[in-house]
């Protein structure tokens, strides 16, 4: 038992775990008869989780249909949303009614990369600036040795970045149907390995990470230069539908974006829509994604107009949307239940998801965007909700 | 069956999630056993989902003992982590195990408030002023019909920001130990409602929302103004041991960390850290947290600097840590279960939650910082991890 | 001669300002006779500038006139704008007419303030904690010793800051007319230096400055709690006239304005509007305003709306407008002319050339969208510009 | 007289400038006097200011000798600094001495581009996405018609960036020895009106420019892309200096960096050193640069550290630092006159007028920290400036 205490043992077994378990109850008291309820063999989690002691089961819920008109995602699908959040649920579903009645959302991945963003410090600017030069100019090397690290990974580019007597070298890889936050480390490292056997003249520090990425926050370098995927979903909602569907007038709904893209403007904020995070989180929770991305993939860009016609021309682009199909969480029991139910497990999906995961998007803000100016807001939280003290 | 797109059942019996499923079954022909195997009334997630089917279900993994001087947390922690994300719980867990020999971590919750932030716009930015002062002067009475509404809520004062013809109220609130969003968005709306019937002067349009809150998504005013708990992890690391367990010096990570702050101000990223949102939002799907709520949360400032003695002061900040240890998902069997191996389920606990979730979070920085400069970054990866492709 | 590097006289004679242009001759073999060319006596000069070798003669022109509707300026305004940026003065000149036409721009000063933002690090961050509870308590007396070295400046509150072990303390003020850089320091360091000889608890460093002020530079918080003053100018624009005088349909205007403003938003940029920094400097630059404040007050948020009957409500905010008509430089010759000609030198005019400056702005900004949605822009530089390479 | 209210008379004469001065005593009874006294023909303005009245004298100092070992700019500088804030040439003096005593400062352009960037709109995203992959593709045939417009200018390349159903195209330009602004405009609009002639699929709208440029104000695309010049100033002062000239430890200073640091971070600043704008405003003042550009120029990256021998690395990087040599304000006559001094006057001089913008910058940030530090700064104002209320 005196082995609990910084646990490294490699053993993913239901034994393990009980005796794990065992530990907490005794120094906790609690009753921890629940996260021991998971129902496949724990040895499936080995590469997902160190001193595994059970499971967390989260409630799923269920979005849909959700039509889409996207290039991989096409025609109805039903989307299965972990969370805890009342309220949650029957908005998105909300949204969605109204997506698919207007005929639908089209969503398109404009942009995709995965980044390593290595950073090399010189004895000075000039040197640091002369590097850039030389890595611009053994770029094809570079790509190679990259590139022989995986089957997948494929180096696009290699942005750079000058501050002092430092260069931050922005490593840009395609990355399959996987996130690729690993696979484009090892890339990434190889290839620095490789430029500093030759030798980088003036070179006095390296790191191969320092920021830059990047990972697991927000950043404007990722809004502008994409992390992930860079995703667009759009949807025209014909004006007498507004009125009839979500009881608001569309010219209200633009009057109202007007003054929210002020207000995220005024205060910083990295998204000047709604709650973006809300129904990725739970898509993300459900699916098997690296759910600390949400850091990342919850900011975004909100853009509506009128059209002469009157009707209402809704987007989201979410810039740094990192999901994946493939490795990570995705072939766990439920998770790999969830992707399959949109049709999204395995290989050549990854796009499919971004582009559901964005329609998603769209239909939280629209149904959320109503509810604040009809004021439905509170009521529909007194109905859906748990009573709050 | 034709029922289920866009259920609106308020139905959450075993009968109709296995309704669900045999729908969705059909659509899809895809297994869903495992989604199924919730073992819990599903009655119990009445408020905390809609259209219920079945449970995501999360690996936990145990990171500890934890060793925190709190003000809340005193002692010895073991904290359950739920990620599918292999290395994490291995990373923080190293952390620890320094932080423990170096003595342990003192957390510090120094601010707490939680926000509605409602838009008044008027005919010009006069009227707007005008009002202004009208709130400032009509403070006492708004807080009472605000705090009305509910027994916690406790409004502690309306900060205003002006533009245009517009002025927003940002009223904060202490919310007790649950989050308090929808609390304190029933409070706002009263208090609102009561500003709009006293007939406010040029009023043209108002709102409960507009994006200065900031909900669902980082900003800087919440960076500024704290959102939720405001909380300080610092950890005085002694020269011998930097090198003893982190195999590296302590002026090389306060040298990294110099030029990691230089690449998190100049890329814009919010976060001058490496990856908060890792444990944050794995300690939050364990305990029931709104998860969304991390593109919030995961946001920081990280502070070092080497002590004359050559001692390595390290120190987390988050300015917008939102927790509760009741209400949201906070009651349902396995989040309450490790609310509980962290003596933190029911009232009077969102403070030791907090400060936990911080002293945690430093524990992560120490150990990723470390495994960048050490080289042992990817190969602990190559260890812990899933192959990848 | 051999005393002019790194002069050090506080001689500001005519003689001396010789003695200096010949040795710069005598280095350079540069024809300097223009640069002593000034029509007053260089005595004048002392406090506002050291090693004085001359003057720069930049060329005014004149805008106007310019009806403003303000609290402070009313009526019809010249503007005397100093700039070598040709087009510069014919545009704002458009746009002033266009506004007169309207009906003439509103005006409302709406905040002020100007800071001084000390830095107190301590052994912890609870130390901090109770030092900002301590600074609370004892706020009266504090203001009362910032108070006593100046018969102007007014301590209205400080804010506090916290991260880390760190608090920055925010001292904000009225500082009548003057900009009340060095009047808020000095009273600042007198409070400081008060509350360090109480014996602060736990203090391990002070600051008189760390970038919480911010000074010289654009910060969000200057945004959000104001620098100086928070000045709007607004302006609604009949339909017809739109088309009339600036050959454009108020609908384009506001149609642009949405793509602007998701431009602004997407890049990071500290102003969503086109050019405020055109006119402020140029006025700046007239009226012996501290020019280099433009870094601050160059910032700025636009927002425009269609009125049911199809006019145009243009409003332009600064919230961190540094400007003074006493002190500084406006008191030297040319720049005091430039007051006056406003109507706006010495005491009791700060708010009156405030409200000018921002309705200038306002016509730069009309004036400018215009002629680049009408394609104006580029063949109006090829009349009025210089001819370049 | 009745032409004066919105001139429009091209007519640059002594008598017409005469003419307006009149017109403003009478509008104004105020003495304009000095206004009036330029000793230099008024037709030279034309190109650079429209209904001329006369000319701003604004006072030089002189800041010297400065040291620098750029690529451009070589040897011993007397730099001509147009202020009215008293200190400031004091304090550059003095950063200079110690500059030069520590052996000079390196200079470094690291990048060079000046954009114009248009925005062009689609029915939808895909079409916008299709749009930029044929921009890719026709880059050489974009770059001729660009390069058609002008002798000079010479298109590096064009980034792309995606958000909703828009596509901004970021022209990068070299512009020689003048700023540029008109040139690339002038570029770029023949670019696009080829663009436009080649029938766009699904174009909907198209703007010259929507903020992405980002002209006169900072933005974060400017701090990671450039605009105008990079350009980086280093110097390591030797631990014994610091003390002797600037009374102060190299240690204190990097501790007190590390705070500002943090404190720039932490309130959302655009600059965390601490007054680059006023150098800089002083010398665009001087030398007939754009003083508007401040808005952008002012923005920065300080960046030291201690050298294990102790000695004090001290480096500053400008990234959007907006200077000419030629066109513009530089050749009227005091304007030339400064550039003389400066060796700078006209063609190939751009890059040695950005080497020693950036060294003076640099020495303004040694000495104010310093100052800082020392607590001389207050004092030293009580010495140097003027008495101010």
């Known amino acids: 038992m005196d082995k609990i205490p910084y646990d ?43 001193n595994f002691i059970g499971v967390a089961q989260v409630p799923l819920g269920l979005v849909g249909p959700l039509l889409i008109h996207g290039e991989f995602a096409q025609g109805h699908f039903y989307v299965p949303l972990a969370t805890t959040e009342g309220t949650l649920v029957a908005s998105y579903n909300r949204g969605a009614k109204l997506a698919a009645i207007a005929g639908g959302i089209q969503t398109t991945v404009v942009e995709a990369a995965m980044q390593r963003a290595p950073l090399f410090v010189f004895e000075n600017a000039r040197q640091a600036r002369q590097f850039g030069q030389w890595v611009k100019d053994h770029f094809e090397t570079i790509q190679q040795v990259a590139e022989s690290t995986s089957s997948v990974a494929k180096l696009l580019n290699i942005e750079q970045y000058a501050a002092s007597k430092m260069r931050w070298l922005r490593f840009n890889y395609h990355t399959g149907d996987a996130a690729g936050q690993n696979m484009v480390t090892k890339a990434t490292r190889e290839a620095c390995q490789w430029i500093l056997k030759q030798g980088v003249e003036g070179l006095s520090h390296f790191s191969l990470a320092a920021n830059f990425d990047t990972d697991k926050k927000h950043s404007t370098i990722n809004t502008l230069h994409t992390r992930g995927k860079r995703v667009v979903a759009e949807l025209t909602i014909p004006k007498a539908l507004m009125q009839e569907v979500m009881h608001i007038d569309g010219q209200v709904m633009a009057y109202q974006r007007n003054l929210s893209n002020l207000g995220a403007y005024f205060c910083g904020s990295v998204n000047n829509g709604s709650h973006y995070a809300n129904g990725l989180t739970a898509l993300f929770m459900a699916t098997g994604q690296d759910v600390a991305n949400i850091a990342e993939s919850a900011s975004g860009l909100t853009y509506t107009e009128i059209k002469p016609n009157g009707d209402l021309y809704f987007s989201i682009t979410i810039p740094s949307l990192i999901v994946a199909t493939y490795g990570g969480g995705t072939g766990l029991p439920t998770q790999r239940e969830c992707l399959s139910i949109l049709g999204c497990y395995g290989k050549d999906k990854v796009n499919k998801l971004a582009e559901i995961a964005a329609a998603l998007v769209l239909c939280g803000e629209v149904s959320l965007s109503s509810a604040i100016i009809a004021d439905e807001w509170v009521s529909s939280h007194e109905k859906h909700g748990r009573n709050r003290p």
Chains 1, 2, 3, 4 share one sequence.
């Open 8 to 50: 490294k043992t490699a053993d993913h077994s239901r034994a393990m775990a009980e005796k794990r378990l065992d530990f907490l109850k005794q120094q906790t008291q609690a009753d921890l008869s629940h996260i021991a309820q998971f129902d496949f063999d724990p040895a499936l989690t080995q590469g997902n989780i160190e």
